[in-house]
């Protein structure tokens, strides 16, 4: 039984698998060694390919990219280095012939201080648009407004001479933050959204919504306990209490609802970091008032793939009325690449397949980072050759994003292999030229035809891509997850280390649809894995 039919009432998106698309590494159409959307549309069948439901594209808006599209500029027009709108038109049109959604990221937390609305803001303290951004006095000894600090280092505040006063940044001071208290800045985001829309894009993955709102009276951060963790940044020193995660948040997050309910099918999910994300998530994404899902970072920067974690993190969200649904990621283009976070070299090929089986295993939607069906690893980016501003900035403690964010392999009998005719702008990295999309795609037993198995899997059966989990517990050596819906049962039995394991007797039961790593219901070798159907 397909899940799609035996759920026809269920929105599209939920248990949806989402591919993310970082544009400037995907493929590049015109030899300028970034990739594009023409680049993005020319693969599409490739991503239709692979079984997922829908695409996230990272940002391809004006910027100065000096956050790499994260710091907009124009929220309403595509940067010329990644084309047109008549591009995104064709992508769209291209996505939507395959059977593909398109969901755009969204940065309403800030902009880049090259938009048209903080030129005007700064101008003086009596513009249109002057309350648009957090604009505050300095103490009398001229000193920040508050202790606040910003995620990549030093103060969160950077004097403006022009209005003399200091203006709120939570990232780059490239970045100033959006004061959306203010309604008609609210307004003018909410029309951002409704351009895109208009467009026909299906859904918004929403960046950092919860540093949206501050505390309007600035009040100093408190110290964070301290920790066996290192601290790298100012920001690490702090619990951030008042410059993020305000209350009014849920508010706003109420009128883009409002938004997207007045067009057909449309999907939103918010990234959520920080200390207190698991109860912003379920305030984000709480009843049908909110948005439809969130993410955070459970595994984004885990050091380890752990049964507990995976256990912790499922409890989150129980199958109750009015609870959210959740989106699990266990790479992006903030994080490093689990494959090489997780485990050893040695252990990479075996341990892949298994996380492409549990990925596909876990109730909610999934999202696959762009190569992460090759097995990409994280690439080691010489200094000299890194773009990541948080990495220059706290080299060398912090780990380079670059290294997550080099360009896809397509080929390895063509130059920069297949991505682009001229110099990339990150390299590819010599360990993954091996893992090209061509080379898998020939062979059957490649991780690439196994995470479009997997994926097959899921959509093929109800208890997977939408059930409710029933059971998540180690038994023995063996990591157990139980499905359930529509009537089917599922077990997913879990070898997480690079030992085999015997199966226990009462689990080794039932009809196995599939098995990775040489599983058998007697034996799970080092990262085995198996679906039995009860």
């Given amino acids: 039984m397909q899940a799609a039919a035996a759920s026809a009432a269920m929105p599209w998106w939920k248990g949806a698998a989402i591919y993310q698309i970082y544009p400037r590494s995907f493929q590049d159409s015109n030899g300028d060694g970034i990739g594009d959307l023409p680049g993005i549309t020319r693969r599409l069948p490739y991503v239709a390919s692979l079984g997922v439901d829908a695409i996230w594209i990272s940002p391809f808006f004006v910027s100065p990219m000096k956050d790499f599209g994260y710091d907009v500029a124009d929220y309403c027009d595509v940067d010329p280095i990644f084309g047109t709108l008549s591009d995104f038109d064709a992508l769209v049109a291209r996505a939507h012939e395959l059977g593909l959604k398109v969901l755009i990221d969204q940065v309403y937390s800030h902009t880049s201080d090259e938009h048209p609305w903080f030129a005007e803001s700064r101008s003086d303290r009596t513009n249109p648009k002057n309350d648009w951004y957090v604009w505050a006095d300095a103490k009398p000894d001229g000193s920040p407004p508050s202790n606040w600090q910003s995620v990549?280092?030093?103060?969160?505040?950077?004097?403006?001479?022009?209005?003399?006063?200091?203006?709120?940044?939570?990232?780059?001071?490239?970045?100033?933050?959006?004061?959306?208290?203010?309604?008609?800045?609210?307004?003018?985001?909410?029309?951002?959204?409704?351009?895109?829309?208009?467009?026909?894009?299906?859904?918004?993955?929403?960046?950092?919504?919860?540093?949206?709102?501050?505390?309007?009276?600035?009040?100093?951060?408190?110290?964070?306990?301290?920790?066996?963790?290192?601290?790298?940044?100012?920001?690490?020193?702090?619990?951030?209490?008042?410059?993020?995660?305000?209350?009014?948040?849920?508010?706003?997050?109420?009128?883009?609802?409002?938004?997207?309910?007045?067009?057909?099918?449309?999907?939103?999910?918010?990234?959520?970091?920080?200390?207190?994300?698991?109860?912003?998530?379920?305030?984000?994404?709480?009843?049908?008032?909110?948005?439809?899902?969130?993410?955070?970072?459970?595994?984004?920067?885990?050091?380890?793939?752990?049964?507990?974690?995976?256990?912790?993190?499922?409890?989150?969200?129980p199958d109750e009325e009015g609870m959210g649904w959740p989106s699990w990621a266990f790479e992006n283009h903030d994080a490093p690449r689990a494959i090489s976070r997780w485990w050893s070299e040695s252990d990479r090929d075996a341990a892949a397949r298994m996380k492409a089986f549990l990925l596909a295993s876990l109730r909610g939607n999934i999202i696959l980072y762009y190569g992460e069906e090759l097995g990409l690893s994280q690439v080691d980016i010489p200094f000299e050759q890194l773009h990541d501003p948080e990495a220059i900035a706290n080299w060398p403690l912090t780990l380079s994003r670059d290294g997550a964010r080099t360009p896809m392999p397509w080929s390895a009998d063509q130059p920069n292999c297949g991505f682009s005719e001229g110099e990339p702008w990150l390299p590819v990295g010599e360990d993954n030229v091996a893992r090209a999309v061509a080379a898998q795609d020939e062979d059957e037993n490649s991780l690439l035809n196994h995470t479009r198995a997997m994926?097959?899997?899921?959509?093929?059966?109800?208890?997977?891509?939408?059930?409710?989990?029933?059971?998540?517990?180690?038994?023995?050596?063996?990591?157990?997850?139980?499905?359930?819906?529509?009537?089917?049962?599922?077990?997913?039995?879990?070898?997480?280390?690079?030992?085999?394991?015997?199966?226990?007797?009462?689990?080794?039961r039932g009809s196995v649809l599939a098995a990775v790593n040489s599983a058998t219901l007697h034996e799970l070798p080092p990262f085995g894995a198996m679906v039995i159907e009860l």
Wanted: proline residues 6%; negative net charge.
């Fill in 152 to 317: 990549f280092g030093g103060p969160a505040w950077t004097w403006d001479a022009r209005r003399g006063q200091y203006y709120l940044h939570n990232f780059l001071s490239s970045q100033p933050q959006l004061n959306l208290h203010n309604p008609q800045a609210q307004q003018a985001i909410l029309d951002v959204m409704r351009f895109w829309l208009d467009r026909g894009v299906d859904g918004f993955r929403i960046d950092a919504l919860n540093f949206a709102m501050h505390d309007p009276q600035l009040r100093d951060n408190p110290p964070a306990p301290a920790t066996d963790k290192p601290r790298t940044r100012p920001f690490d020193f702090q619990l951030k209490t008042y410059n993020q995660s305000h209350a009014d948040i849920p508010a706003f997050i109420e009128r883009i609802r409002a938004l997207t309910d007045s067009y057909d099918g449309i999907f939103t999910v918010a990234e959520v970091g920080g200390d207190e994300a698991e109860s912003e998530m379920k305030a984000f994404t709480q009843g049908e008032t909110h948005l439809n899902s969130a993410y955070g970072f459970n595994f984004l920067y885990a050091e380890k793939l752990t049964p507990g974690a995976i256990c912790a993190a499922l409890a989150q969200w």
């Fill in 455 to 508: 994926l097959a899997l899921r959509n093929a059966n109800p208890a997977l891509h939408h059930g409710s989990v029933e059971r998540c517990e180690t038994q023995v050596d063996i990591f157990v997850i139980e499905r359930l819906a529509d009537g089917q049962h599922i077990r997913c039995l879990f070898n997480l280390d690079r030992k085999a394991a015997c199966v226990p007797q009462d689990l080794a």
